[in-house]
């Protein structure tokens, strides 16, 4: 790499650690010397690097995970400076010093800044955020999607299962089973393709379960910290209209 | 809580609108009463609602049961609730925070509130037409006072919040735009309910309400 440092600059990082998934979490200090357009990963790869701590004693080198970095892939979400992002799109020059990395400890920690968001995928499998197409024969082409829904629909599709939703949301946590911001929005974009919305009861009913959509309590932080600004709140709202009328539906009808 | 919580969050939803949001507005028809009639309007007012049929039957259902499922499944989904507006002060997050914080003053105002007023006419220490002459004696003890405002405030914030989270739980106020809308309304109603509950709490303050509060004073002495 061409010789960026800048002479005498650096960057103080303040890091919380974990050792491993049950030790007791602690906070470490880091100096590093300043490159320009540095991000929050180029600093961790830094650190990587010289395993060093401010005070110049040695240590083992801070984990973390990380994919794209081109935040579509959401691998690289933890708080930074008190909010959960992700870690590629953080550009230090953008950054209040020192710069606080923490985990995103609404999930389980496996090791430093890494986080296992395990519950998210299952929380897809349960509401089954898919497209089932399959079949014995040619089922042939689908119906088609008009364009006006494909627009919205596709800002919906930007979810990359990130977590910043649910850290962000103060029902999810150990008191509650409540499923997320990010699966109902899910629900909702498979629900509008016209092939998916052939199984849309079965993904409405997986929301009137215990914890489900009833877990949201309306603070809005989610649709304020989505990296990708889908309309989280609309999603929530509009799967609150589409289980009400189930509700009535099942009552109703049978 | 094992069950189905879907519908359990769905009924504390529905219960707080239908009958208690209509009860609430109901009460403070009936307090305001006290500003436009003084003793004998108010005295009127009570036993207007007392003279309904089934009396006893209404209070069960429309506010005794109802009151005590939402009040009692509320402290549970409060304490469901992590409270994070040191770290994301967003206007919606607060609301969501004193939702919580107002439901459980709100909760121990209530069960004073009816210890003072509705339990001493039931076990015979005041009559409905003295009714007048309680709140007087309870307006006019400074700390009462402020534990009453606090408690109407509190009561009032509850309501007309929980009326723009019900249209959002059912899916009325789908849109950012119409959500927006729905909280200044919400905001207006708060501003209007709050004034017509304090108004008839401080006229109860007033002289013409002291005669009827002779009766009354024996237990207030106590309390």
Redesign the interface.
């Known amino acids: 790499m061409a010789d960026t440092t800048v002479a005498n600059k650096t960057i103080k990082f303040i890091i919380t650690r974990q050792d491993k998934p049950d030790a007791p979490s602690y906070t470490e200090q880091f100096e590093i010397p300043y490159r320009q357009n540095m991000n929050v990963i180029s600093a961790l790869m830094e650190i990587q690097r010289n395993p060093q701590k401010a005070d110049g004693a040695g240590t083992s080198p801070v984990c973390w995970e990380s994919n794209c970095l081109e935040e579509v892939c959401g691998a690289c979400s933890m708080v930074i400076n008190?909010?959960p992002r992700q870690a590629c799109t953080a550009l230090v020059d953008k950054l209040e010093q020192p710069i606080r990395l923490e985990p995103m400890s609404t999930f389980p920690v496996v090791r430093d800044l890494v986080i296992n968001r395990e519950r998210m995928f299952n929380a897809l499998k349960r509401v089954k955020a898919w497209i089932p197409i399959d079949g014995t024969y040619d089922l042939g082409p689908g119906p088609r999607m008009a364009e006006t829904k494909r627009q919205w629909a596709y800002e919906l599709s930007k979810c990359m299962t990130c977590g910043v939703c649910l850290e962000?949301c103060?029902?999810v946590?150990d008191?509650?089973?409540f499923i997320g911001p990010a699966a109902i929005s899910q629900v909702r974009l498979f629900n509008a393709h016209p092939t998916g919305e052939m199984n849309k009861a079965e993904r409405l009913d997986a929301?009137?379960?215990?914890?489900?959509?009833?877990?949201?309590?309306?603070?809005?932080?989610c649709v304020?910290?989505c990296p990708k600004g889908i309309?989280l709140?609309?999603s929530?709202?509009?799967?609150?209209?589409?289980?009400?009328?189930q509700?009535f539906k099942k009552w109703l009808d049978f | 809580m094992?069950?189905?919580?879907?519908l359990?969050?769905?009924i504390h939803s529905l219960l707080g609108v239908i009958p208690l949001g209509l009860f609430f507005i109901e009460h403070m028809v009936t307090n305001f009463a006290a500003v436009e009639g003084g003793p004998q309007g108010f005295k009127d007012a009570v036993i207007f609602l007392n003279s309904l049929p089934l009396v006893p039957v209404l209070e069960a259902t429309l506010i005794w049961i109802p009151l005590l499922f939402h009040g009692v499944y509320g402290l549970y989904?409060a304490?469901?609730?992590?409270?994070?507006t040191g770290?994301?002060h967003?206007g919606?997050?607060w609301?969501?925070?004193f939702?919580r914080i107002s439901g459980v003053i709100t909760f121990i105002f209530i069960v004073w509130h009816l210890y003072q007023t509705r339990v001493q006419v039931a076990i015979g220490n005041v009559g409905h037409d003295e009714l007048g002459g309680v709140m007087h004696d309870i307006s006019t003890n400074v700390l009462f006072l402020i534990f009453y405002v606090i408690g109407v405030v509190a009561a009032v914030f509850h309501f007309s919040n929980g009326m723009?989270?019900f249209l959002?739980?059912?899916?009325?106020?789908?849109?950012?735009r119409a959500?927006r809308i729905s909280s200044y309304i919400w905001m207006v109603v708060f501003v209007i309910v709050t004034a017509m509950f304090l108004m008839s709490l401080f006229a109860f303050r007033g002289d013409e309400f002291k005669e009827a509060a002779s009766a009354a004073i024996a237990w207030t002495n106590i309390v």
């Open positions: 008190g909010k962000a103060p029902n946590n008191r509650n089973s929301l009137m379960e215990e914890g489900g959509i009833e877990g949201c309590g309306n603070s809005q932080n304020r910290s309309p709140t609309t929530i709202a509009a799967m609150n209209k589409d289980t009400t009328k509700l | 094992k069950g189905n919580t879907y359990s969050r769905k989904i304490y469901q609730s992590n409270l994070n770290q994301y967003y919606r997050n609301a969501f925070t939702q723009w989270s959002v739980s059912w899916g009325i106020t789908v849109g950012p959500q």
